[in-house]
């Protein structure tokens, strides 16, 4: 709609000598917040230098300038904006036939049409059952992957497998290869506990490193164990809940490229050895320099390993070769070093990926929040989390005497828990909030799918895809203007990389659903076939939505 009132006000403002383009009007225009003022609005205290003119006057004028269309029933001026009402039955009727067309495919777009995404997610330490907050990373990634499959991207799933590292040479230390995923987590927290009090120990860690590094057999053999053992003990756990990748890509394997590295970086006259013998890239008169008491990267060790920053410029490489459309999802506490290795990427001449950082999810306790740590075990494990979500989904379902999945119930309380805030906002986490279901929750929105489900199921008969509509009650229209925000939501999500949007639009797509619900009788109305059919379109775009998210629905509940 915002496209079709665009084209008509070009005309007039071409005309007044204002030059714009239809995108530059379509993003200024506007959805008032009552529908007796219209169903969208023009501003025109922007035009007020162009024209010299009162905006009060200049809307006046415009209005009166305005082509007729079909799809507009009548346009007026109220103080400095324009106003245009639609033609509801008309824009009912070909929206319905276009929900009931399109189906899955409705609200998505050709944008992706031939082009390729990558995408790296979650990409957590491999020496442990994930927690809540690293879960973040997981459930983000995988709604941005399934906005992006919805616009048509040919896209790739990326988990970098930080293999070199600290964490894992303490369980090698501590002779964790033999252990099974579920005991990796009480070995981690003793062994970094005695790391911590013990220099000699933690030379130890890092002697294994550098023999990981060199090709030590036997440790290489114990690295590669352990690894494996949490990766696919990790992976599992996401797989619980649809969140699957393509592409496992180890940092062990970025050991020898990133040797190409550092010869590319001595040519630039960045590279320098530090007052410890190390390697370092001046990052001096670039965009971290304010930001740093010392703005270098440190690149090695001082015998010449490598260290994760080295490896990870190896890394990127190798992805935004892969693919132009180039994704990472990080936490908040990485914005610098990602800063660094962007800063890093330009000294080679390559950009960077598209970062999307997340705040953190703390942990309530004793009335304070604190950030969740691994290694100190202050954390809520996100399959213990998962197990008491499906409990009290069972307890529900069995309260209500239905039949609904309660892993899918569950699984929609912590995802939309999570994705309904913006992803740099902080999450203070709540295990009975997170697991309500009732108000702004997953279960609720699943629940309204599942009363539109119902009522055609007991309304038992085809639907007839001719139809006339003579008057449109508010709560019917209200529905049909939500229908036609899908695609700028799914749209702007993309642009934003931000799914927050996507999961208030299905929370408020749903309480329009549920007031027409209560307003507009259904079954055995004199208008029961378009009321049903509105009923069935409901359930095709919250299902569309909720599928961004992740998020599966049911039929009963």
Do not use: W
């Amino acid at each position: 709609m915002k496209e079709q009132i665009s084209k008509l006000l070009k005309k007039v403002l071409d005309k007044k000598g204002i030059k714009l383009s239809e995108k530059e009007i379509e993003q200024v225009i506007e959805i008032p917040p009552s529908s007796e003022l219209g169903d969208y609005a023009f501003p025109c205290f922007f035009l007020k230098e162009k024209l010299k003119q009162n905006p009060v006057k200049i809307a006046e004028e415009i209005k009166t300038k305005i082509p007729s269309s079909e799809i507009i029933s009548s346009v007026n001026s109220n103080g400095s904006y324009i106003n245009f009402f639609l033609n509801k039955e008309k824009i009912s009727k070909e929206l319905i036939k276009e929900i009931m067309t399109k189906k899955d495919r409705f609200g998505s777009s050709d944008i992706g049409k031939g082009k390729k995404a990558l995408v790296e997610h979650t990409s957590i330490n491999p020496n442990a059952s994930p927690h809540v907050g690293r879960a973040r990373n997981a459930i983000i990634g995988d709604s941005i992957v399934q906005i992006l499959k919805f616009l048509n991207f040919k896209t790739e799933v990326h988990y970098y497998v930080n293999d070199v590292s600290k964490q894992i040479a303490m369980l090698v230390l501590a002779n964790a290869d033999k252990l099974n995923f579920s005991q990796m987590l009480k070995k981690y927290i003793e062994i970094s506990e005695k790391v911590s009090r013990s220099q000699e120990l933690e030379k130890k860690v890092f002697d294994l490193l550098s023999k990981f590094e060199k090709g030590d057999k036997k440790i290489t053999e114990k690295f590669r164990r352990i690894t494996k053992t949490c990766v696919n003990g990790q992976a599992k756990i996401f797989s619980e809940v649809g969140i699957k990748y393509d592409y496992f890509d180890y940092e062990s394997d970025y050991i020898q490229p990133s040797k190409k590295i550092l010869s590319e970086f001595k040519k630039s006259k960045k590279l320098f050895t530090d007052d410890y013998g190390r390697l370092v890239l001046n990052q001096a008169g670039t965009s971290v320099e304010n930001k740093m008491k010392s703005p270098v990267l440190v690149l090695t060790r001082s015998d010449g390993t490598g260290l994760y920053p080295l490896r990870d410029i190896a890394y990127t490489i190798y992805k935004l070769k892969r693919a132009k459309k180039n994704m990472i999802i990080l936490g908040e506490d990485q914005k610098l070093y990602f800063q660094q290795l962007s800063e890093a990427l330009k000294l080679l001449n390559y950009s960077s990926p598209e970062v999307i950082h997340y705040s953190f999810i703390l942990l309530k306790e004793n009335g304070k929040s604190k950030k969740m740590s691994t290694r100190k075990g202050d954390i809520v494990l996100f399959e213990d989390l998962l197990k008491e979500a499906v409990s009290k989904a069972q307890k529900e379902i069995e309260k209500r005497k239905t039949k609904g999945n309660p892993k899918i119930v569950a699984i929609s309380s912590i995802k939309y828990s999570i994705l309904k805030n913006h992803p740099n906002k902080s999450i203070l986490f709540d295990m009975e909030e997170a697991l309500n279901f009732e108000g702004d929750t997953g279960p609720y929105i699943l629940y309204s799918y599942a009363r539109a489900s119902s009522i055609l199921k007991k309304a038992n008969r085809k639907l007839k895809k001719d139809f006339d509509i003579n008057k449109l009650d508010k709560q019917e229209f209200e529905l049909v203007k939500k229908f036609l925000q899908f695609n700028d939501i799914v749209l702007n999500s993309y642009n934003s990389m931000n799914p927050s949007a996507i999961a208030n639009y299905s929370y408020q797509l749903s309480q329009l659903f549920n007031e027409f619900y209560h307003s507009c009788p259904v079954i055995n109305s004199d208008n029961e076939n378009f009321r049903l059919l509105l009923v069935d379109s409901f359930r095709q775009v919250l299902k569309n939505s909720l599928s961004l998210l992740g998020i599966k629905t049911i039929d009963e509940m």
